[in-house]
């Protein structure tokens, strides 16, 4: 996966949607969502193996020189793993120098206030990794702020008309935009919508087909979506790091401290489990749920993924509770779709109603 | 059953108390007492991670801190953690989630533990303990507050960890209806400045060659001592464990050595024997990292701001270089010739950073060791296997320092 740039671009990866596009791209870079090809055991000779495949595989593609077009990353305190991947990367990955940002995990008038604070650092640790010349400039933020939030509410708006069936797409497509327009936040959206929507013949989706919900941490490729659809399942939502969960929320533009106004979106976003708010989380699947009219929630954490994993367990108590079935899925970040998985898959969708047969063409 | 554990713990370590006074029975019993207050009627009960979170603030106020993580572990030295640690896993807590919190998660399914009226821990060790913590809020519908402590020290994360710190007062207040006594909370910065001038003590007679203290009772007094900390109590235990090496020196005949070990993380709590496997190869283990000295003493006029800076200086938190520094100081003054990690599973936070540990030492030329076992789930351990590797590792060390003079 390599960043789109012209001749004069450069790019600077990104791994958690914690960390803001605005302070890389008012810095003078492209920010880019990297996410790796899956080899995670190459990264075993540096981080122990029981660790995610994601974090693995990232640390695997730095060692082995695979990311064209990357001149830095951007790390973040999202989880214990990522946090020690910033120090073996630091030691061991040359030529892409890390800059971390540190993020609380709480979302109160005294963590946003912190977190204003650990953003500013962040452009100056941009400025000293890249010897830029000069200080990131608030005028250049809010000029990134304007840009990302058009760009985020152009997305926002497609993933209700989507759930509503005004789009016509896929479930892949659907990831395919979440995914492609990561790496360039300041294309034109409609455009590349247009570009990925197009040629979609999905036929509309039949009336007796019940919808899942699909959440978890990140998708990386449509498999399970494909999966889905062919097992005559329909995606009511997707709630991934890479997708639904990166556009809400909106920056306040012109505001008098915009590092504020950063720290206060990105702390309020809808929270992904790093964040101490197992509630706000809870009820946001809750209403993707009921509003998409969907049968039930399929959830896939990655296999060592702690905040994820223990969130499992009050995510099942309180979908069982509401009467919603979930069915927990691990992803191993690199294996295929075995067929044990397509069996549960079936069997849960014959659960949430409405099996129906089809195939893609 | 943890309640009767912990009754029992009490009698036994009382009735061992009346024949003389031993740092161990002294420790185990005022563990079981600070426990069992936790079930007395009407008490209010703090959860809370004691080797975190600065107890001092507790200390201030009439609540029984109850840590939460650490008697899930003491349930893990007993043979009822495996049907324990199934009913969190029955819960669907997946099995590759630190057997800490499911051991806890466990007990709490089990009714076995007090029901608290507020939740406290910290944002470091690791994610799962602010996780589990947020599980078992969840599961009492009590308030949980989390103190956050940042990843790098500067003015602006002292000012934010000290503000949390005067929140997590006014909850207190809020939960026991008493505003903060000032003179209690200097007397806890009080207990809590002895004790660390007494580990100081403790550190400097375990340079000590051989060694006249160390291994399991260490590094477990070290992580579990802590539930003590800010009392009068950790500095009498800590005194009577100087009392004990200084007499064990000045005796002779401690046991000879051959390598000495520093120990990273933390240990098993079930039946096992890496320590014994150490000791029949004449190998110490005189230090710990979780016993080392990081932190200042906290000033009794100041206590938010000293209490926010032992917090941020704790080793845990921040870049893995933290846990290395020093350690060429460390190698001279305890002659230190080998490492071990202890790996559990899902100790992100701490194994993660293990090839940085080992070329830290590789640096110093000590050789050094990840040893891959569960903390609190015997259902993997594999005691031939610890035992291969360990020996191996006695072999490595035995060959650099030089053949083993023939008895």
Same mark, same amino acid.
């Given at each position: 996966?390599?960043?789109?740039?012209?001749?004069?671009?450069?790019?600077?990866?990104? %791994?958690?949607?914690? %960390?803001?596009?605005?302070?890389?791209?008012?810095?003078?870079?492209?920010?880019?969502?990297?996410?790796?090809?899956?080899?995670?055991?190459?990264?075993?000779?540096?981080?122990?193996?029981?660790?995610?495949?994601?974090?693995?595989?990232?640390?695997?593609?730095?060692?082995?020189?695979?990311?064209?077009?990357?001149?830095?990353?951007?790390?973040?305190?999202?989880?214990?793993?990522?946090?020690?991947?910033?120090?073996?990367?630091?030691?061991?990955?040359?030529?892409?120098?890390?800059?971390?940002?540190?993020?609380?995990?709480?979302?109160?008038?005294?963590?946003?206030?912190?977190?204003?604070?650990?953003?500013?650092?962040?452009?100056?640790?941009?400025?000293?990794?890249?010897?830029?010349?000069?200080?990131?400039?608030?005028?250049?933020?809010?000029?990134?702020?304007?840009?990302?939030?058009?760009?985020?509410?152009?997305?926002?708006?497609?993933?209700?008309?989507?759930?509503?069936?005004?789009?016509?797409?896929?479930?892949?497509?659907?990831?395919?935009?979440?995914?492609?327009?990561?790496?360039?936040?300041?294309?034109?959206?409609?455009?590349?919508?247009?570009?990925?929507?197009?040629?979609?013949?999905?036929?509309?989706?039949?009336?007796?087909?019940?919808?899942?919900?699909?959440?978890?941490?990140?998708?990386?490729?449509?498999?399970?979506?494909?999966?889905?659809?062919?097992?005559?399942?329909?995606?009511?939502?997707?709630?991934?790091?890479?997708?639904?969960?990166?556009?809400?929320?909106?920056?306040?533009?012109?505001?008098?401290?915009?590092?504020?106004?950063?720290?206060?979106?990105?702390?309020?976003?809808?929270?992904?489990?790093?964040?101490?708010?197992?509630?706000?989380?809870?009820?946001?699947?809750?209403?993707?749920?009921?509003?998409?009219?969907?049968?039930?929630?399929?959830?896939?954490?990655?296999?060592?993924?702690?905040?994820?994993?223990?969130?499992?367990?009050?995510?099942?108590?309180?979908?069982?509770?509401?009467?919603?079935?979930?069915?927990?899925?691990?992803?191993?970040?690199?294996?295929?779709?075995?067929?044990? %998985?397509?069996?549960?898959?079936?069997?849960?969708?014959?659960?949430?109603?409405?099996?129906?047969?089809?195939?893609?063409? | 059953?943890?309640?009767?554990?912990?009754?029992?713990?009490?009698?036994?370590?009382?009735?061992?108390?009346?024949?003389?006074?031993?740092?161990?029975?002294?420790?185990?019993?005022?563990?079981?007492?600070?426990?069992?207050?936790?079930?007395?009627?009407?008490?209010?009960?703090?959860?809370?991670?004691?080797?975190?979170?600065?107890?001092?603030?507790?200390?201030?106020?009439?609540?029984?801190?109850?840590?939460?993580?650490?008697?899930?572990?003491?349930?893990?030295?007993?043979?009822?953690?495996?049907?324990?640690?199934?009913?969190?896993?029955?819960?669907?807590?997946?099995?590759?989630?630190?057997?800490?919190?499911?051991?806890?998660?466990?007990?709490?399914?089990?009714?076995?533990?007090?029901?608290?009226?507020?939740?406290?821990?910290?944002?470091?060790?690791?994610?799962?303990?602010?996780?589990?913590?947020?599980?078992?809020?969840?599961?009492?519908?009590?308030?949980?507050?989390?103190?956050?402590?940042?990843?790098?020290?500067?003015?602006?994360?002292?000012?934010?960890?000290?503000?949390?710190?005067?929140?997590?007062?006014?909850?207190?207040?809020?939960?026991?209806?008493?505003?903060?006594?000032?003179?209690?909370?200097?007397?806890?910065?009080?207990?809590?400045?002895?004790?660390?001038?007494?580990?100081?003590?403790?550190?400097?007679?375990?340079?000590?060659?051989?060694?006249?203290?160390?291994?399991?009772?260490?590094?477990?007094?070290?992580?579990?001592?802590?539930?003590?900390?800010?009392?009068?109590?950790?500095?009498?235990?800590?005194?009577?464990?100087?009392?004990?090496?200084?007499?064990?020196?000045?005796?002779?005949?401690?046991?000879?050595?051959?390598?000495?070990?520093?120990?990273?993380?933390?240990?098993?709590?079930?039946?096992?024997?890496?320590?014994?496997?150490?000791?029949?190869?004449?190998?110490?283990?005189?230090?710990?990292?979780?016993?080392?000295?990081?932190?200042?003493?906290?000033?009794?006029?100041?206590?938010?701001?000293?209490?926010?800076?032992?917090?941020?200086?704790?080793?845990?938190?921040?870049?893995?270089?933290?846990?290395?520094?020093?350690?060429?100081?460390?190698?001279?003054?305890?002659?230190?010739?080998?490492?071990?990690?202890?790996?559990?599973?899902?100790?992100?936070?701490?194994?993660?950073?293990?090839?940085?540990?080992?070329?830290?030492?590789?640096?110093?030329?000590?050789?050094?060791?990840?040893?891959?076992?569960?903390?609190?789930?015997?259902?993997?351990?594999?005691?031939?296997?610890?035992?291969?590797?360990?020996?191996?590792?006695?072999?490595?060390?035995?060959?650099?320092?030089?053949?083993?003079?023939?008895?």
């Amino acid at each position: 996966m390599k960043p789109a740039l012209t001749a004069t671009e450069r790019a600077l990866a990104y %791994v958690c949607p914690y %960390v803001p596009e605005e302070i890389i791209l008012a810095a003078g870079f492209r920010p880019f969502r990297f996410l790796p090809d899956a080899n995670p055991s190459d990264a075993d000779a540096h981080i122990h193996p029981n660790t995610c495949g994601y974090l693995k595989s990232l640390l695997a593609a730095g060692l082995r020189a695979a990311m064209p077009g990357v001149d830095g990353i951007v790390f973040a305190n999202c989880c214990d793993g990522m946090r020690r991947l910033h120090d073996i990367w630091e030691k061991y990955v040359p030529g892409i120098p890390p800059v971390f940002l540190d993020i609380p995990k709480r979302n109160d008038r005294l963590s946003v206030e912190y977190f204003a604070s650990e953003l500013k650092r962040l452009a100056g640790r941009i400025r000293s990794a890249h010897g830029l010349s000069r200080e990131v400039q608030e005028a250049e933020i809010e000029r990134s702020i304007r840009t990302c939030n058009r760009n985020r509410e152009e997305r926002m708006e497609i993933f209700p008309r989507w759930r509503r069936n005004d789009v016509r797409a896929d479930a892949a497509g659907l990831y395919a935009l979440g995914q492609g327009t990561s790496r360039a936040p300041e294309t034109d959206f409609p455009e590349q919508a247009d570009r990925i929507l197009a040629g979609k013949t999905v036929p509309p989706v039949e009336e007796n087909r019940k919808g899942v919900v699909l959440s978890g941490s990140i998708l990386r490729r449509p498999d399970l979506l494909f999966l889905i659809e062919a097992s005559g399942g329909r995606i009511s939502a997707l709630d991934s790091c890479l997708t639904a969960r990166r556009f809400p929320g909106r920056v306040e533009e012109g505001s008098a401290d915009p590092y504020l106004a950063l720290a206060q979106r990105t702390l309020t976003q809808p929270p992904c489990p790093r964040m101490a708010a197992f509630e706000d989380r809870c009820e946001n699947l809750l209403s993707l749920v009921r509003e998409s009219g969907a049968g039930g929630l399929i959830y896939f954490p990655l296999k060592h993924c702690e905040p994820f994993r223990y969130d499992t367990l009050l995510l099942l108590e309180r979908f069982r509770g509401e009467g919603i079935p979930v069915l927990v899925l691990e992803d191993e970040f690199q294996t295929p779709i075995p067929e044990q %998985v397509r069996t549960r898959v079936q069997a849960f969708l014959e659960t949430v109603g409405g099996h129906t047969p089809c195939f893609r063409p | 059953m943890f309640q009767t554990m912990m009754q029992a713990m009490e009698q036994q370590t009382r009735d061992q108390l009346e024949k003389g006074k031993n740092a161990r029975a002294l420790w185990f019993h005022a563990w079981a007492q600070e426990n069992l207050r936790a079930y007395e009627p009407d008490r209010k009960v703090v959860y809370t991670t004691a080797y975190a979170f600065p107890m001092e603030i507790l200390r201030a106020f009439d609540v029984a801190p109850f840590d939460f993580e650490l008697s899930g572990a003491m349930i893990g030295t007993t043979e009822m953690i495996v049907p324990i640690l199934k009913s969190a896993e029955d819960k669907g807590l997946p099995r590759d989630v630190c057997s800490f919190h499911r051991a806890s998660l466990g007990a709490h399914y089990n009714e076995l533990f007090p029901k608290p009226d507020l939740l406290v821990t910290t944002s470091f060790y690791c994610d799962g303990k602010g996780k589990a913590t947020e599980i078992l809020a969840r599961r009492f519908q009590a308030e949980a507050l989390l103190l956050y402590v940042p990843h790098e020290l500067n003015r602006d994360s002292v000012r934010y960890v000290e503000a949390q710190l005067r929140e997590i007062v006014r909850k207190l207040e809020e939960v026991t209806g008493r505003p903060l006594d000032e003179d209690r909370l200097r007397q806890a910065v009080r207990h809590s400045n002895q004790a660390r001038r007494s580990r100081q003590r403790m550190l400097e007679l375990l340079k000590h060659r051989p060694a006249p203290w160390g291994g399991r009772v260490l590094v477990s007094y070290a992580i579990n001592g802590q539930v003590l900390a800010a009392t009068p109590l950790e500095e009498e235990i800590n005194r009577t464990f100087i009392q004990e090496m200084e007499a064990r020196i000045d005796e002779g005949g401690l046991p000879e050595e051959r390598h000495r070990i520093y120990w990273f993380a933390w240990i098993p709590t079930y039946t096992s024997d890496p320590f014994d496997i150490l000791r029949a190869n004449r190998a110490s283990v005189p230090l710990c990292e979780s016993f080392r000295i990081f932190w200042d003493e906290v000033d009794e006029e100041n206590p938010y701001e000293g209490l926010a800076m032992k917090c941020l200086k704790n080793p845990f938190v921040g870049a893995s270089r933290r846990r290395t520094r020093d350690l060429a100081a460390v190698r001279d003054e305890y002659g230190i010739d080998g490492s071990i990690l202890f790996a559990t599973p899902a100790c992100r936070h701490s194994k993660s950073a293990g090839r940085l540990l080992m070329e830290a030492w590789a640096e110093l030329d000590v050789p050094f060791l990840t040893l891959d076992m569960d903390i609190c789930d015997p259902r993997t351990y594999a005691p031939e296997q610890i035992r291969t590797r360990l020996e191996g590792f006695m072999e490595l060390l035995d060959q650099k320092r030089g053949p083993r003079p023939v008895s």
